[in-house]
């Protein structure tokens, strides 16, 4: 009778399965790599990938490979696993922030594959000496203290990866500013191809906490920008990619100071922001009509 009772918990457990994955029309299945340690990573793993009728996720931690299968119509692999990296695990497109891996139990605390870029001035120095394997390296009488100054500026370690982005986001706003909307998409084509060359590994813990939320709205509202000539179409996206610049500048290393700036009077009244390089009012919203309305509301620096 035991023997019985335990094939038809498995037959149950097999059916409750395939019914499962039933439930998921349009359905594409595809492993990826997905670092972890124990069980009580696959429980995260599975718990964050998964949704229901629309993404399934089954992690094997011996072998670090996970089966994703979902309805291709509704999501897709990136965001399934961008939510698991956010659960603190990485995987083959996304590093977890650093401060959600900190935050996750000893056992799960898994060896990581991709290594932060050492952003402080100490680091860099303990780095200069070294070699790609870490052994030290011999520079001669090369006297470093001499570097030309603008060298140490243009150096790209001092430069957050997210800059080609903003300066592309500035150059469709000033764009709208001329109420040119040939400028406009061809800027905002720039823009979506900044957005898509973004590599997440050197970004900072906030920045890569704060891109992951955002990167699929910021490219929609570019390719939505770059795909119309309609330049009161081109101001809505404007109005909505500029939330999410917001969102960036915010935990993001600026070179000079971004204005935070705000028309009353765009969408009906209900007003709109923008980011500006200058302090001064010029609204992207209605350009010369009403070129000066508007206020800073906020500095970032």
């Given at each position: 009778m035991?023997?019985?009772?335990?094939?038809?918990?498995?037959?149950a457990?097999?059916?409750?399965?395939i019914?499962?994955?039933?439930?998921?029309?349009?359905?594409?299945?595809?492993?990826?790599?997905i670092?972890?340690?124990?069980?009580?990573?696959?429980?995260?793993?599975e718990?964050?990938?998964?949704?229901?009728?629309?993404?399934?996720?089954?992690?094997?931690?011996?072998?670090?490979v996970?089966?994703?299968?979902?309805?291709?119509d509704?999501?897709?692999?990136?965001?399934?696993?961008?939510?698991?990296?956010?659960a603190?695990?990485?995987?083959?497109?996304?590093?977890?922030?650093?401060?959600?891996y900190?935050?996750?139990?000893?056992?799960?605390q898994?060896?990581?594959?991709?290594?932060?870029?050492?952003?402080?001035k100490e680091?860099?120095?303990?780095?200069?000496?070294?070699?790609?394997?870490g052994?030290?390296t011999?520079?001669?009488?090369?006297d470093?203290?001499?570097?030309d100054a603008s060298?140490?500026?243009?150096d790209?370690?001092?430069?957050?990866?997210?800059?080609?982005v903003f300066?592309?986001?500035?150059?469709v706003k000033?764009a709208l500013?001329?109420?040119?909307?040939?400028?406009?998409?061809?800027k905002?084509t720039?823009?979506?191809?900044?957005?898509k060359?973004?590599?997440?590994?050197?970004?900072s813990?906030?920045?890569?906490?704060?891109?992951?939320?955002v990167?699929?709205?910021?490219?929609?509202?570019?390719?939505?920008?770059?795909a119309?000539?309609?330049?009161?179409?081109?101001?809505n996206?404007?109005?909505?990619?500029?939330?999410?610049?917001?969102?960036?500048a915010k935990?993001s290393?600026?070179?000079?100071?971004?204005?935070?700036?705000?028309?009353?009077?765009?969408?009906?009244?209900?007003?709109?922001?923008?980011?500006?390089?200058?302090?001064?009012?010029k609204?992207?919203?209605?350009?010369?009509?009403?070129l000066?309305?508007?206020?800073?509301v906020?500095?970032?620096?």
């Amino acid at each position: 009778m035991k023997s019985l009772s335990k094939m038809v918990m498995v037959i149950a457990v097999l059916l409750s399965s395939i019914n499962g994955f039933a439930q998921i029309k349009n359905a594409k299945t595809e492993t990826v790599k997905i670092y972890g340690n124990c069980e009580m990573c696959k429980t995260t793993i599975e718990k964050a990938g998964n949704v229901k009728q629309v993404a399934s996720v089954d992690w094997n931690k011996d072998t670090k490979v996970a089966t994703l299968t979902y309805d291709s119509d509704r999501t897709n692999q990136d965001e399934i696993l961008k939510r698991i990296a956010l659960a603190g695990y990485d995987n083959e497109k996304f590093r977890a922030p650093d401060d959600v891996y900190a935050k996750l139990a000893g056992c799960c605390q898994y060896d990581r594959p991709l290594k932060t870029v050492a952003k402080n001035k100490e680091a860099g120095k303990d780095m200069a000496g070294m070699d790609m394997t870490g052994m030290k390296t011999e520079h001669g009488n090369h006297d470093h203290s001499k570097m030309d100054a603008s060298a140490k500026m243009t150096d790209p370690q001092d430069q957050s990866p997210l800059k080609p982005v903003f300066d592309s986001y500035f150059s469709v706003k000033d764009a709208l500013v001329k109420t040119d909307a040939a400028t406009a998409a061809a800027k905002a084509t720039e823009l979506a191809a900044a957005i898509k060359a973004v590599d997440m590994n050197k970004l900072s813990a906030q920045e890569h906490t704060a891109w992951m939320k955002v990167m699929k709205d910021l490219a929609a509202n570019a390719a939505s920008i770059s795909a119309s000539k309609d330049v009161a179409k081109q101001r809505n996206g404007l109005a909505a990619l500029s939330g999410n610049i917001y969102e960036l500048a915010k935990v993001s290393k600026q070179d000079v100071p971004v204005y935070y700036q705000h028309c009353p009077m765009y969408n009906g009244g209900k007003g709109a922001n923008w980011l500006s390089k200058e302090n001064g009012i010029k609204n992207p919203f209605y350009g010369s009509q009403m070129l000066s309305c508007g206020s800073t509301v906020e500095t970032i620096k």
